[in-house]
């Protein structure tokens, strides 16, 4: 999704966290794997100084490197559009599941994508409620 259509479409906010909502449980809980494990000691041994990477998953910081450039950002975390506050991606989605009492997708967790989304039908989408 373009961040322009993004800012401009509460449709396509809507599309977004929709997506994101029924795959965010199980892509918060991915874990890191023996390379992110090996860098973060490197870093630590001062083999390696930063490290740059262009996903979005925070595995790298969640094994232990603390110099990390995110280049395509983190989806662990949230920026209001109205204020610019940053808030943990936990939060939001807790705030989601109340205000979408009756969402039960959890079967649909399986068709999650590398960045986290899940693709629905849009007639789910559109009762998704975003507050």
């Known amino acids: 999704m373009l961040y322009q ?9 809507q599309r ?14 991915i874990q890191p794997n023996a390379t992110h494990h ?3 000691d490197w870093e630590r041994r001062q083999k390696l100084s930063h490290l740059v990477t262009q996903n979005v998953d925070e595995l790298h910081r969640k094994a232990g490197s603390s110099h990390c450039v995110e280049l395509h950002g983190s989806t662990h975390h949230v920026v209001c559009l109205s204020c610019g506050d940053v808030k943990p991606r936990a939060e939001l989605q807790q705030r989601f599941v109340e205000a979408n009492p ?5 079967v649909l967790q399986d068709q999650l994508a590398p960045d986290g989304d899940v693709l629905l ?3 789910l989408v ?3 409620c975003v507050r």
């Open 5 to 13: 259509d993004f800012v401009k479409y509460a449709t396509a906010r």
């Open 16 to 29: 977004y966290w929709a997506r994101n909502f029924v795959g965010w449980p199980r892509f918060s809980a």
């Open 38 to 40: 090996i860098l973060a």
């Open 102 to 106: 009756g969402w039960h997708v959890e």
């Open 121 to 123: 039908p849009d007639d």
């Open 126 to 128: 559109s009762s998704f």
